[in-house]
């Protein structure tokens, strides 16, 4: 999997990069790996964004989305993506298969997520104790977005990123939590598998 330039980076929020007309679509994808950004339109569709403790201002997911590449249609990787959130046991607030989104943009979970330690998965800093992530109280947006490509292939973003409290003992100021990049691999890769699965139902 790699990381590219974001759609926000480059001035394109996720609800504009879902919202792309057709004909615009090929430059828009153009400006995930090249960091450029089409013109869309006088009027701009505001970024979709999450509030998370600790952060201050709302984050914009898509300055942070992993891109990875799919050989199937934009719903099968829409429809996996989806079982992979439920195979996490992770219920997402946005489960949208017409504009091709799903996230849970406040998850709330302590010591582990999706299998995985949180520490494996977010870096929030470290004490006496150990990796912060896995003795906090965790936080945590994670969204994931399908867009057709011109090729015919489509394109998964996956953003992901979260903020800790200590909730032991004398109550302290949240901190902010980076991704490790492994959630957003092994979602992409869960997604690959089911998409090759013979008689797979995605």
């Known amino acids: 999997m790699r990381r590219t330039v974001s759609a926000g980076a480059a001035g394109l929020g996720v609800r504009d990069f879902i919202n792309m007309r057709p004909n615009r679509l090929p430059l828009a994808i153009a400006c995930l790996t090249m960091g450029l950004a089409p013109p869309i339109g006088a009027q701009e569709v505001p970024a979709v964004r999450v509030v998370l403790p600790g952060y201050g201002t709302p984050i914009a997911i898509d ?6 590449n799919h050989d199937a249609s934009p719903l099968r990787v829409w429809t996996a993506v989806a079982r992979v959130f439920d195979d996490y046991h992770i219920v997402p607030d ?3 298969s017409l504009r ?3 996230g849970a943009t406040r998850y ?4 582990s997520m999706a299998n995985f330690t949180m520490s494996a998965i977010l870096e929030c800093g470290s004490s006496m104790t150990g990796p912060n992530a896995d003795n906090f109280r965790i936080t945590s947006a994670l969204v994931a977005v399908v867009r057709p490509q011109p090729d015919g292939k489509t394109v998964l973003g996956i953003g992901f990123i979260g903020s800790g409290r200590d909730v032991r003992g004398v109550s302290t100021d949240p901190v902010k939590c980076a991704s490790t990049g492994r959630l957003e691999a092994d979602l992409a890769n869960r997604v690959r598998t089911l998409l ?3 008689g797979g139902d995605v």
Do not use: E
Request: without cysteine; proline residues 5%; positive net charge.
């Open 63 to 68: 300055t942070i989305l992993a891109i990875t």
């Open 94 to 96: 946005i489960r949208d």
């Open 100 to 102: 091709l989104v799903v």
């Open 108 to 111: 709330v979970k302590s010591t």
């Open 196 to 198: 090759r699965t013979p």
